[in-house]
């Protein structure tokens, strides 16, 4: 959109469908597995809690690997802000223990007190101040740019990454 190139997206996206839900997996309503978590790797969850009214924004939990920046699962929905964070310990938990990086503004402080009770790894984000320490993530006219800063970046190495396998031979030397 605005914010990125779409040239730089669709080279880097690369669309799979959802894969079937294991009897280990969390059962919950919504949920979209990518890839399987696998042992060895990191994941970290992303978190955007809203209120859960039928006529308000949706709450989104997005799980990434840690190494590639996969998307390997999301869940989105009218779910409030504590029952996400029951949802988030699940996936958390079965992601290896992943940190968790949420949204605190609004509805963020009471996913953070319920996530505090259920003992989540809850990541540091950036404060008000421009801080960092405190768990959450304060939406902000300068945190949104170091965010679109660290996405151009993320997105950039991808697409040289990409270029690079592109032009490698095809028995890899």
Known sequence: NKRFSGEWLTALTHERSPLPLPPHCPPLPGLKLFAYPEPGHRYGLGVDPAGGLHDGDDSCIQIADAESYEQVA??????????????????????FNALCLFELNNHGHAFLARARELGMSLKPGIQRD???????????????????????????EGLTDAGKAATAPANGK
Do not use: F, N
């Not at 421009?130 to 768990?135: I, N, Q």
């Not at 304060?138 to 970046?153: F, H, N, P, Q």
């Open 74 to 95: 999301v869940l989105a929905g009218k779910i409030e802000p504590t029952l996400l964070a029951d949802y988030a310990a699940d996936l958390a938990l079965w992601y």
């Open 130 to 156: 421009g801080t960092s320490g405190k768990a959450g993530w304060i939406t902000t006219s300068r945190s949104k740019g170091m965010l679109y800063d660290v996405g151009a970046a993320v997105l950039q």
